[in-house]
């Protein structure tokens, strides 16, 4: 434990990371200390930095010769699949902006993101899931008239498309010199740390997604951050659970993987059974994912016959943990957990550290990461007494630059001092921990009286006949408003009102207790797994009131 404990919501950690770096030249670096080591696997396909290397210069050389350079603004649309990672690594040695797009989104988003950032080209897969999204560019091409290249994987599809593979495999030896790309593109084109890495989009539940703007130096310092926390070396293998198109899995793992030297094990999409095959096959050290992941790991009928000794480990953010997901994970896995706190705007600004207590694991999100700052404020932006709730702040190496081409919406989360109000009621401990409390949004005010759901939903978890749990607040007539636990049964096993009333009764305050319980099959979820909540809050609130009238 730290010493002198604290009186005043506010935490700054020491140790910043020296900025001034990019992740090409971080790449670079990589490829000369590791080049027969591991760097990413998918399915029975893998590569050792120094292949990676070789590919990855192919690609940049043949995106340089179609035009694209610095600056540009380039769309990645993969599933977890090795041209990702080429794709990014690619752009990122160009000094290319990466505008990731997550394979689960349609026409309206995809349209709105590569009109909004001005793409010039976009690398995607051409079909997933059973949908074209060759058709569905070549239906929006015309719509989109900065769009110059549409490069797809395997082969073209439409006469405007472009291979990637043939891209990569380009005989471009007789045009380009060997060491064009360091000797005359770089010193034409400079890529420089506070360059734009990403515009990446955040997964909003209302209206248009905003695009976040994120440089080489706030990308890789967070990177940096997690590597330290979490002891990350060449020897570690990840297990890449959630999209790299989005700020969990593309900045903790993937980028954290570049700069230390460790290998990313990709799982296309999330399958259960598939999990736990890829962490015995290929000995995965450190599985990265939402709580929901490893709790269905948990339940799954064979979970003890798989070998997962490997596991040291498993890093978990996204959403809240319940403390006794977290108990379980780290006694039935037999490994340490490490838990996240973050937004698209900070990326994990808090971890907890390997030496962390398991009670600070399972109560807390750990301290800010080196070189950020957190506090927790009132209505009045002043910073609160420990203990007691407010917003959480964060600010430092980590934080966005702002929203692309957005400033009213950048000056609603970041203020003149460099601040970012994440909109998360949570509240500080005498230590510097976070405890996240729910969102402030979400914050049911139940006839006067305040409840916080992720404090129901915690106890819930520990019923044994739950599998996952959302409690929500939905319009009352009498209370202005109810709360309604929205429940996934654990498989083979149901219950009634009062069965789970009565395991509550002792638990928590009266008024607490859920008013209304409504069992589902699933919940509407972000691409990222974050549970839609405002989706959710307006499916069980028309439920609700269906069954009210009749």
Same mark, same amino acid.
């Given at each position: 434990?730290?010493?002198?404990?604290?009186?005043?919501?506010?935490?700054?950690?020491?140790?910043?990371?020296?900025?001034?770096?990019t992740?090409?030249?971080?790449?670079?670096?990589?490829?000369?200390?590791?080049?027969?080591?591991?760097?990413?696997?998918?399915?029975?396909?893998?590569?050792?930095?120094?292949?990676?290397?070789?590919?990855?210069?192919?690609?940049?050389?043949?995106?340089?010769?179609?035009?694209?350079?610095?600056?540009?603004?380039?769309?990645?649309?993969?599933?977890?699949?090795?041209?990702?990672?080429?794709?990014?690594?690619?752009l990122?040695?160009?000094?290319?902006?990466?505008?990731?797009i997550?394979?689960?989104?349609?026409?309206?988003?995809?349209?709105?993101?590569l009109g909004?950032?001005? =793409?010039r080209?976009?690398? *995607?897969v051409?079909?997933?899931?059973?949908?074209?999204?060759?058709?569905?560019l070549?239906?929006?091409?015309?719509?989109?008239?900065n769009?110059?290249?549409?490069?797809?994987?395997?082969?073209?599809?439409?006469?405007h !498309?472009?291979?990637?593979?043939?891209?990569?495999? $380009?005989?471009?030896?007789?045009?380009?010199?060997?060491?064009?790309?360091?000797?005359?593109?770089?010193?034409?084109?400079?890529?420089?740390a506070?360059?734009?890495?990403?515009?990446?989009?955040?997964?909003?539940?209302?209206?248009?997604? $905003? +695009?976040?703007?994120?440089?080489?130096?706030?990308?890789c310092?967070?990177?940096?951050?997690?590597i330290?926390r979490?002891?990350?070396?060449?020897?570690?293998?990840?297990?890449?659970?959630?999209p790299?198109?989005?700020?969990?899995?593309?900045?903790?793992?993937?980028?954290?993987?570049?700069?230390? +030297?460790?290998?990313?094990?990709?799982?296309?999409?999330w399958?259960?059974?598939?999990?736990? @095959?890829?962490?015995?096959?290929?000995r =995965?050290?450190?599985?990265?994912?939402?709580?929901?992941?490893?709790?269905?790991?948990?339940?799954?009928?064979?979970?003890?016959?798989?070998?997962?000794?490997?596991?040291?480990?498993?890093?978990?953010?996204?959403?809240?943990?319940?403390?006794?997901? &977290?108990?379980?994970?780290?006694?039935?896995?037999?490994?340490?957990?490490?838990?996240?706190?973050?937004m698209?705007e900070? &990326? &994990?600004?808090?971890?907890?550290?390997l %030496?962390d207590?398991?009670?600070? =694991?399972?109560?807390?999100v750990?301290t800010?990461?080196?070189? *950020?700052?957190? @506090?927790?404020?009132?209505?009045?932006?002043?910073?609160?007494?420990?203990?007691?709730?407010?917003?959480?702040?964060?600010?430092?190496?980590?934080?966005?630059?702002?929203?692309?081409? %957005?400033?009213?919406?950048?000056?609603?989360?970041?203020?003149?001092?460099?601040?970012v109000?994440?909109?998360?009621?949570?509240k500080?401990?005498?230590?510097?921990?976070?405890?996240?409390?729910?969102?402030?949004?979400?914050?049911?005010?139940?006839?006067?009286?305040?409840?916080?759901?992720?404090?129901?939903?915690?106890?819930?978890?520990?019923?044994?006949?739950?599998?996952?749990?959302?409690?929500?607040?939905?319009?009352?007539?009498?209370?202005?408003e109810?709360?309604?636990?929205?429940?996934?049964?654990?498989?083979?096993?149901?219950?009634?009102?009062?069965?789970?009333?009565?395991?509550?009764?002792?638990?928590?305050?009266?008024?607490?207790?859920?008013?209304?319980?409504?069992?589902?099959? !699933?919940f509407?979820?972000?691409?990222? +797994?974050?549970?839609?909540?405002v989706?959710?809050? !307006?499916?069980?609130?028309?439920?609700?009131?269906?069954?009210?009238?009749?």
């Amino acid at each position: 434990m730290k010493a002198n404990p604290l009186t005043h919501s506010y935490y700054y950690s020491p140790g910043e990371i020296p900025p001034g770096v990019t992740l090409g030249e971080y790449f670079e670096r990589t490829i000369q200390k590791f080049p027969q080591k591991a760097a990413c696997s998918f399915r029975d396909k893998s590569h050792t930095w120094g292949e990676l290397g070789k590919i990855v210069d192919r690609l940049t050389l043949a995106l340089i010769d179609l035009g694209i350079s610095r600056g540009d603004k380039i769309a990645v649309l993969f599933p977890n699949r090795l041209e990702f990672i080429y794709s990014a690594l690619a752009l990122a040695k160009i000094g290319a902006i990466i505008v990731p797009i997550s394979e689960r989104l349609r026409k309206r988003e995809i349209l709105h993101i590569l009109g909004h950032a001005e =793409v010039r080209a976009i690398i *995607m897969v051409q079909e997933f899931w059973g949908f074209s999204f060759s058709d569905l560019l070549s239906n929006i091409l015309t719509d989109l008239p900065n769009l110059k290249h549409v490069i797809v994987s395997g082969k073209a599809k439409y006469s405007h !498309e472009i291979s990637m593979d043939e891209l990569i495999e $380009k005989n471009l030896k007789v045009k380009y010199a060997p060491d064009y790309y360091h000797r005359v593109y770089l010193k034409e084109h400079p890529v420089e740390a506070d360059d734009l890495l990403e515009i990446i989009f955040t997964s909003g539940t209302t209206g248009n997604p $905003k +695009g976040v703007m994120h440089t080489h130096n706030s990308r890789c310092r967070a990177a940096m951050g997690t590597i330290e926390r979490m002891r990350v070396t060449s020897d570690d293998i990840w297990l890449v659970m959630v999209p790299l198109s989005h700020t969990t899995a593309l900045v903790n793992s993937f980028y954290a993987s570049v700069i230390s +030297g460790s290998c990313s094990g990709l799982l296309e999409t999330w399958n259960v059974e598939e999990a736990l @095959k890829e962490i015995q096959r290929m000995r =995965v050290t450190i599985p990265i994912g939402v709580p929901t992941m490893p709790i269905m790991m948990l339940q799954h009928p064979d979970f003890e016959k798989y070998t997962l000794s490997s596991l040291r480990s498993m890093l978990v953010g996204g959403a809240p943990l319940p403390v006794e997901v &977290a108990k379980n994970i780290m006694r039935k896995f037999g490994c340490k957990l490490t838990s996240g706190y973050g937004m698209t705007e900070t &990326a &994990a600004s808090n971890l907890t550290s390997l %030496d962390d207590p398991a009670e600070i =694991v399972c109560r807390t999100v750990g301290t800010p990461q080196p070189g *950020m700052e957190h @506090k927790i404020v009132d209505e009045y932006r002043r910073i609160v007494p420990i203990g007691q709730e407010g917003e959480a702040c964060a600010r430092g190496q980590n934080v966005f630059v702002g929203y692309y081409k %957005d400033p009213d919406r950048t000056a609603q989360v970041m203020d003149d001092r460099g601040w970012v109000y994440s909109g998360d009621l949570a509240k500080m401990d005498e230590f510097g921990n976070l405890i996240i409390v729910g969102r402030i949004k979400d914050m049911i005010v139940r006839g006067g009286e305040n409840i916080a759901p992720t404090e129901i939903e915690e106890i819930l978890y520990t019923f044994p006949k739950v599998k996952q749990a959302a409690v929500i607040g939905v319009p009352d007539e009498r209370l202005g408003e109810a709360s309604c636990a929205c429940i996934i049964a654990a498989e083979g096993k149901s219950f009634s009102y009062e069965e789970l009333k009565g395991y509550l009764k002792d638990k928590v305050a009266r008024y607490k207790i859920p008013d209304h319980i409504v069992l589902m099959e !699933e919940f509407p979820t972000t691409p990222s +797994g974050k549970v839609r909540k405002v989706e959710l809050r !307006e499916m069980v609130s028309k439920s609700i009131k269906s069954a009210t009238k009749s």
